[in-house]
T-cell receptor, first 113, second 115 residues
């Protein structure tokens, strides 16, 4: 079963705009990770945020984590056509899931040039 | 460094036939994962190895699926016999297994179509 749920399911924006994707989960976590998947390819790790962190940056990416609401968001600033991909959040959950990554269904992002 | 290698990239078989997927993880990565990704969904863990030991195979359908990781390096995932519902992308991933290094590195996957 999938713990994380991304919102929206699909997002279409113009190049240069910002893209925000949200993730909600159900149980306590050790960390939450975001991955990107280009069509027909494997997943690429983007960023990891630990349960005691509230915000993290990496280049054009900003991730926030609110453990009280069991939610996270991924912001991609100044989007590019190359950002077109599916984005997945994955939770590294405590005990109940045996400390394994549980992925959501993903958000499909399309950046139009 | 070389990434996770998987083969074949694509496989088409008829139902009831056997099929095998191979994975070579990143050198030095002790932890190896097999995931299945259905269309429009995120990956779901099938089995996780720490070296040669399967430490989590709770999601592996053991009646038809089997996996091995001899010598704690390469791994093979087998389905016998395949069913129509097994059509999916099978992803292999690896990680160091060290505390504080939770990032998983994924291979390109094997896309299986069962007819």
């Amino acid at each position: 079963s999938q713990q994380g749920e991304e919102d929206p399911q699909a997002l279409s924006i113009q190049e240069g705009e910002n893209a925000t994707m949200n993730c909600s989960y159900k149980t306590s976590i050790n960390n939450l990770q975001w991955y990107r998947q280009n069509s027909g390819r494997g997943l690429v790790h983007l960023i990891l945020i630990r349960s005691n962190e509230r915000e993290k940056h990496s280049g054009r990416l900003r991730v926030t984590l609110d453990t009280s609401k069991k939610s996270s968001s991924l912001l991609i600033t100044a989007s590019r056509a190359a950002d077109t991909a599916s984005y997945f959040c994955a939770t590294d959950a405590k005990r109940e899931y045996g400390n394994k990554l549980v992925f959501g269904a993903g958000t499909i992002l399309r950046v139009k040039s | 460094e070389a990434g996770v290698v998987q083969s074949p990239r694509y496989k088409i078989i008829e139902k009831k036939q056997p099929v095998a997927f191979w994975c070579n993880p990143i050198s030095g990565h002790n932890t190896l994962y097999w995931y299945r990704q259905n269309l429009g969904q995120g990956p779901e863990l099938l089995i996780r190895y720490e070296n040669e030991e399967a430490v989590d195979d709770s999601q592996l359908p053991k009646d038809r699926f089997s996996a091995e990781r001899l010598k704690g390096v390469d791994s093979t995932l087998k389905i016998q016999p395949a069913e129509l519902g097994d059509s999916a992308v099978y992803l292999c991933a690896s990680s160091t297994g060290l505390a504080g290094q939770e990032t998983q590195y994924f291979g390109p996957g094997t896309r299986l179509l069962v007819l």
